[in-house]
């Protein structure tokens, strides 16, 4: 075995952000969201992600709002801790050791001190039961605090988010099943209150969430049959009311109360933010057509904000219930990846399927999703045990020209519906067209897809299990209106054989179809020029070689079986038993990554097609198969010189893994350098306008008013707002120091070659900043004032047209205060 | 937020021929005036003088017509059998026909009785032209001779009898007063130079000769007999260049369009092809009620004029300039929303602050109610009769998208006899369109199982369900026809291709298994 403990397997990006509810910031600029094994931070106005915090080693499971401090928030995760972090900063104040699996997590104003958690009964990993405890988070300085003063206070509830806090805290109300349980704290009793299962007329009277009115004595819990009941007069066990409210068709999903109690919003699989008007029941407003089925909504602690999870891994902002104003994005994993990953040769992004009827282009260096494609262009209807159509294919050229998709659609007692959409890139655009539709190109479904790599043809090729291949070619109809658009050109078979899978050669000059246990390999011309084959097993992958290695066609068989033959001879050059569950080439280089399947686990080998010796290999990956995976081109090429890391320079190997993790591989000085980029971090996303922005901005304005003298009085503040910008902006979201000495020394300074009646006013903001640094806040507080004013003289304003011995003086001083300024600012 | 996606209405391929320069250039005629006259019509010849008259030969008459008149201008009656072959002379002045009788007449075209009669032949005189120099007549007749005459003095030239059989077809040069060609039923083409006693080409189209053609340029001759339109080259001492055979009974009568770009061809068959002469693929056809016997082009293609068995005379002309603008300027009299959008053309100020107002976009009348989820009356706005007859694909469209929202069932059911009978007439009309077949059958069967129970209430819809009945039963048994012409097909396929070893080199070893036991050894990719 290769020593190899510099490639590690990581995480990279992609992780559910929908997981639990988002927390929206007092000021509402920030929302937090659990993703993965760390928070993230987002700007509510740009989308952008501003800070990850990570710390907790295993799966966060709930984020709250510290009430005593507007700038930080609690998290829980299973792997048994609370964490309190500062947000702004992104810094990690405290660590609070619960010592059990955390699920949610629950905290009220009236509280203080105390948390609410929810963590497995009877300290038991493996249980299905569930209860909330209070735990008293210990006063203390040290970074890491063991809280072990734990109190039960409800047994029996459900992991995630189904309780809510009432009126000033005074009772706690969870659901579970048929059974509302409410339990109040002075008392130290609870209520409970059941529903019969009843199942007539389609009732099904599950709760499935709770909310609590923050003002009153009520309680809203969402059904499974869409109704939402509000509970009244609960603290006595029997003469307790209940109103109902219908509308969802689906299960309520979530349900909130806005701050002020005013409102109700409820959301569910049809995708619809219902508000309810709490006073007057009947009145409610809609906000339809938000994506995925809506999981949680959020709102703002000043209520002008709400922020809706979505079954796609969508956060959608809403300003007010009425306009949609940002929606942040990940990525789009679903049950299972229907198309291959493939790699959009444009962006380099990954592109899979992602919200239903949508390809997702996601980029790998960004983490971010890029846009959704919509394929199937159909209003998409949210409803349970609808059959829908699905992107199954997806297939690029190799410049990005073309992009070519399979859709399908399977009802029970009727056809399968097949559409195959070709779509041609449009420069103006930027993005997809759809250019052809072929509808029923096959009569079932299509296995495989791939279009030739050859530079003079644009030719797609598919494969369906009628037994039939297709070549696709552009026809070009320069004549009519039409334009250019596809047809069928030829149609291929082999003994009625069903083809699983097809591969072009590196220059398009060959083409490998495999039918059950036979390759056959086509020419451009459509001669059947040879057949391999191997008996037992049926062929799964094939894939030809690259550069040095195009003589050679790999292919694996389901028995267990990797085979390479060489095409000059058309004879088998080697073949070894591994069960190959997945081969990958690599675009780029000869290399060709296969992920076996050995007992339960996966194994990675990287070989080239030539050479008998693995370049690479890695036992036991991760557990189960490895689904889909992809060689995604580098930006930039890594130069590391080991042998067994060099097969990562020129591109990264993806993949997903049984449970839908994207994975990656990674080297040392990858890493390093992902660090080194990370230092130097450009963007502020704390507000839409950037530090950044600010000082170039400012830079430009005031170039401009400098030469335009009714613009004096307005410079002055100005300016000294920039070097508040600079002073007062955290050092970490600022450019690099590097950059902005050289564009601050030119603001500052005054030139040489300008004139000296222009040269007045900068000496004079120059002065205005010296005061102000200098100076005391309270002038600088003024400093709008001071603008404002008629502090400057109109004979001031207009200027003398030389410098006087004093200003002059002045001014050399003020150029070495800034110098001096700005080496510390370059030392730090 | 995003916004309401509306009901695809797919594009189905058209199916039929493609559009081309030529199609448009064919297409744009009116529709055909038709006129009847006494008898088969067997020539048809233009005037070459404006306003372009023609003479139509039918039974025992020639009629004149004028460009557009449907009434004959003038009319020759004095034959005594079917006349034949009215032909103009170039200055337009004169008239020569043949008859049945033997005799060729001269006419004056403005005269009434015949200024020449030449007799001479022994049987009915089928050719009759004018030579280039205008002084003489060139005859041939179903007594196998062909003559020269003299118009002056109505004497007879010269008599050529080379010919075996009925000469039916003959063509003077344009460009030589003594150079002629014929064509006889004895399948051959003969040249015959009016200085020479014999002929001096012969050609042999292997099928009795129907009609012959010669270029403008007179280096190419067009002849067709049988099923056959052959083309010689003249210069090539009478080489044969190309044989068309795209008529499935005998061409009848040849002609070539004004700018010598295009041939024509008429037949029994009914076809009138047009042929590009460049590459003599047929790029237009058009079809006619009844068998043709002549055709001829006006000047300037300006109207195609066609004579047939049954004694019609067919007459398209070319749809002026002004009645195409015309058409163009009706469908721009489309309703403008000119008016209403007031301070289009306001130019925004330097510093105005720009307010852009969110586009509506129009959704069609189903699709709103689709939106709103109020499936069955978009089901009704679907069905409403305009759009079920002359858009059908909508209401298909909109029925298909109810069964993807799974609620086509509700859709259809809760309906009156009216409601249910405009239903049916709609599946009837439309459930074996292949484009339609798959949503619609499911539609079917959808209706059969929801109304099951008043079957036999209603004698409409029982009426419409037998009909449905039928038409899904004559369906099948179509299918099924197919189905075994396909078998037919593929087995005269298989057998027609030639069976082609698939080269395997170094045949000699298997390129299986054995070969990777004792070839090279593979790369072990077990990891230590």
Redesign the interface.
């Known amino acids: 075995?290769?020593a190899h403990g510099e490639i590690h397997v990581v995480h990279r990006g992609g992780n559910k952000i929908n997981f639990r509810e988002t927390v929206i910031t007092n000021d509402s600029r920030f929302l937090l969201c659990a993703s993965g094994e760390s928070v993230k931070v987002y700007s509510s106005s740009s989308e952008e992600c501003v800070h990850d915090l990570q710390g907790h080693t295993d799966l966060v499971s709930g984020i709250v709002r510290n009430p005593s401090n507007h700038l930080q928030v609690y998290s829980c995760s299973a792997d048994g801790t609370v964490r309190l972090w500062d947000f702004t900063d992104g810094i990690l104040i405290k660590t609070f050791i619960i010592g059990y699996p955390i699920y949610s997590i629950y905290i009220s104003e009236n509280h203080g001190g105390v948390v609410f958690v929810v963590v497995p009964m009877a300290n038991d990993k493996s249980s299905e039961l569930f209860q909330l405890v209070a735990v008293h988070l210990p006063l203390s300085g040290d970074q890491e605090v063991e809280a072990r003063e734990l109190s039960a206070v409800l047994c029996d509830v459900s992991p995630s988010g189904a309780a809510s806090f009432g009126r000033k805290g005074e009772y706690i109300a969870a659901v579970k099943g048929l059974q509302l349980e409410v339990f109040f704290f002075k008392k130290q009793k609870s209520h409970r209150f059941f529903l019969k299962s009843g199942n007539k007329k389609g009732a099904k009277n599950a709760f499935t969430c709770v909310s609590c009115h923050p003002k009153e004595d009520c309680i809203a819990t969402g059904h499974e049959d869409g109704k939402i009941r509000l509970w009244r007069n609960f603290n006595q066990k029997k003469e307790y009311t209940y109103s109902t409210l219908h509308w969802h068709h689906g299960a309520v999903n979530t349900l909130q109360f806005t701050p002020e109690g005013t409102n109700l919003l409820s959301g569910g699989i049809e995708s619809v933010l219902v508000q309810w008007h709490y006073t007057q029941e009947n009145q409610k407003d809609f906000?339809?057509?938000?994506?995925g089925a809506i999981t949680h909504i959020a709102v703002s602690p000043d209520g002008s904000l709400f922020c809706t999870s979505h079954s796609d891994n969508k956060i959608t902002i809403i300003q007010s219930c009425v306009k949609?104003s940002a929606i942040i994005q990940g990525l789009v994993k679903g049950e299972g990846v229907r198309t291959d990953l493939t790699i959009d040769p444009r962006s380099k992004a990954l592109v899979l399927n992602g919200k239903p009827g949508h390809l997702q282009f996601y980029s790998l260096h960004r983490d971010k999703l890029l846009y959704n494609l919509?394929i199937v262009?159909?209003?998409y209807?949210h409803?349970e045990?609808?059959?829908q159509?699905e992107v199954v294919k997806a297939a690029f050229d190799t410049r990005g020209n073309w992009l070519a998709t399979v859709e399908e659609?399977t009802q029970k007692g009727?056809?399968l519906e097949i559409n195959l959409k070709l779509w041609a890139y449009d420069e103006q655009t930027q993005s997809f067209m759809l250019n052809t539709?072929v509808?029923a190109p096959h009569e079932d479904q299509i296995t495989a897809m791939c279009f030739s790599p050859s530079p003079e043809t644009t030719m797609l090729v598919t494969i369906s299990f009628d037994g039939h291949f297709k070549a696709w070619l552009l026809a070009d109809h320069s004549?009519?209106k039409e334009g250019a658009c596809w047809s069928c050109d030829f149609v291929g078979g082999y003994h009625h054989l069903k083809p699983g899978c097809c591969c072009f050669s590196a220059d398009g000059s060959l083409l490998a179809v495999g039918f059950q246990e036979v390759v056959t390999v086509w020419s451009p011309s459509w001669e059947?020029?040879?057949?391999?084959?191997?008996?037992p097993g049926a062929i799964r992958d094939l894939c030809f070689g690259r550069l040095s290695c195009s003589k050679y066609l790999l292919g694996t068989s389901t028995k267990n079986q990797?085979?390479?033959?060489n095409l000059l001879?058309?004879?088998?050059?080697?073949?070894?038993p591994?069960d190959v569950s997945l081969l990958q080439a690599d675009p780029l280089s000869e290399n060709m990554a296969?992920f076996c399947s050995q007992s339960g686990c996966s194994?990675l080998?990287v070989?080239k097609p030539g050479?008998?010796?693995?370049l690479y290999?890695q036992?036991a990956l991760c557990t189960g198969k490895v689904q889909r995976a992809v060689f995604a081109p580098r930006d930039q090429m890594l130069e590391s010189c080991e042998e067994h890391a060099q097969w990562l320079n020129r591109s990264q190997l993806y993949f997903f893994t049984q449970h839908m993790d994207l994975m990656t591989f990674s080297t040392k000085t990858e890493e390093d350098r992902l660090l080194a980029s990370s230092k130097r971090l450009m963007v502020d996303d704390s507000v839409a306008v950037t530090p950044f922005y600010l000082l170039l901005g400012k830079h430009r304005q005031q170039q401009e008013a400098l030469t335009n003298p009714m613009a004096e009085r307005i410079q002055l503040p100005q300016g000294s707002i920039a070097i508040k910008e600079l002073l007062y902006t955290p050092a970490h979201v600022l450019p690099s120091a590097s950059f902005l000495c050289s564009m601050f020394v030119r603001s500052l300074l005054i030139s040489s070659s300008s004139a000296s009646e222009e040269k007045e006013p900068v000496e004079e903001e120059m002065e205005s900043e010296e005061e102000d640094s200098e100076g005391e806040a309270e002038l600088r507080d003024a400093r709008q004032d001071l603008g404002g004013s008629a502090a400057w003289g109109p004979g001031e304003e207009l200027g003398a047209p030389a410098l006087t011995k004093a200003q002059e003086r002045e001014l050399r001083r003020v150029k070495h205060f800034d110098h001096s300024w700005l080496s510390s600012v370059l030392e730090c | 937020?995003?916004?309401?996606?509306?009901?695809?209405i797919?594009i189905y391929p058209k199916l039929g021929e493609?559009?081309?320069?030529d199609t448009l250039y064919w297409k744009n005629y009116k529709a055909p005036v038709q006129i009847k006259e006494f008898g088969a019509v067997t020539s048809i010849d233009f005037s070459s003088l404006a306003p372009h008259n023609y003479a139509v030969t039918a039974s025992t008459r020639i009629h004149i017509y004028g460009p557009f008149s449907t009434e004959p201008v003038k009319t020759f009656t004095r034959f005594k059998d079917t006349a034949y072959s009215g032909k103009f002379r170039s200055d337009g002045q004169l008239l020569v026909a043949g008859c049945e009788d033997s005799m060729v007449r001269l006419f004056d075209v403005s005269g009434k009785v015949a200024l020449r009669v030449f007799k001479g032949h022994t049987k009915g005189v089928h050719v009759t032209d004018f030579t280039s120099d205008c002084y003489h007549i060139l005859t041939g007749s179903d007594d196998y001779t062909c003559r020269l005459w003299d118009i002056p003095n109505s004497t007879e030239l010269t008599s050529y009898k080379e010919h075996t059989d009925y000469i039916r077809c003959g063509i003077t040069s344009k460009l030589n007063r003594d150079i002629f060609i014929t064509g006889s039923y004895d399948h051959t083409l003969r040249v015959f130079d009016a200085r020479v006693e014999k002929s001096v080409m012969t050609m042999d189209h292997s099928q009795p000769v129907e009609s012959v053609l010669l270029y403008p340029s007179e280096g190419l001759l067009v002849s067709a007999g049988g099923r056959y339109v052959k083309v010689w080259d003249l210069l090539k001492g009478g080489q044969p260049l190309v044989s068309l055979k795209n008529h499935h009974k005998t061409v009848t009568c040849l002609s070539l369009s004004s700018n010598g770009q295009r041939l024509l061809s008429a037949s029994l068959d009914r076809h009138v092809k047009i042929y590009n002469t460049t590459n003599y693929k047929v790029v237009h056809n058009f079809d006619y009620a009844a068998s043709i016997l002549s055709l001829a082009l006006a000047p300037d293609d300006e109207s195609i004029v066609v004579g047939m068995t049954n004694g019609v005379l067919s007459i398209k002309h070319r749809k002026s300039p002004e009645e195409k603008r015309e058409m163009a300027g009706k469908q721009r009299m489309q309703p403008v929303y000119r008016i209403f959008v007031k301070g289009r053309n306001y130019v925004p100020k330097k510093d105005d602050f720009l307010v852009s107002k969110p586009v509506k976009s129009h959704l069609a009348k189903y699709d709103k109610q689709?939106?709103k989820f109020n499936i069955s009356k978009a089901l009704d706005t679907a069905l409403e009769s305009w759009r079920r007859n002359r858009k059908p694909e909508i209401t298909v469209a909109v029925m298909k998208?109810l069964d993807?929202?799974?609620t086509l069932k509700n859709a259809l059911a809760g309906r009156d006899e009216q409601n249910l009978s405009q239903l049916l007439n709609f599946l009837i009309g439309n459930v074996v369109d292949p484009r339609f077949t798959?949503v619609l059958v499911?539609a079917t069967e959808m209706i059969l199982d929801i109304y099951q129970a008043v079957v036999g209430q209603s004698s409409v819809v029982d009426r419409q369900l037998v009909r449905l009945q039928e038409l899904v039963e004559r369906e099948v048994d179509y299918q099924q026809d197919l189905l075994e012409v396909l078998g037919m097909l593929d087995t005269l396929f298989a057998a027609s291709l030639p069976r082609k070893e698939?080269?395997?080199?170094?045949s000699s070893?298997p390129?299986?298994?054995a070969?990777?036991s004792l070839?090279?050894?593979?790369?072990?990719?077990k990891?230590?």
């Open positions: 075995m290769v906000l339809p057509r938000l994506g949609v919509d262009q159909q209003e209807i409803e045990g609808l059959d159509f659609r009727s056809e539709t509808t004549d009519t059947l020029l040879t057949t391999l084959s191997q008996p990797l085979c390479c033959w001879t058309c004879s088998l050059e080697w073949s070894t591994v296969a194994d080998f070989f050479e008998p010796r693995p290999s036992k | 937020m995003a916004s309401f996606k509306s009901t695809k797919p493609k559009v081309t320069p689709l939106k998208e993807r929202r799974g798959p499911t698939v080269p395997c080199p170094g070893r390129n299986g298994l070969e990777g070839g090279a050894p593979g790369p072990q990719l990891a230590a």
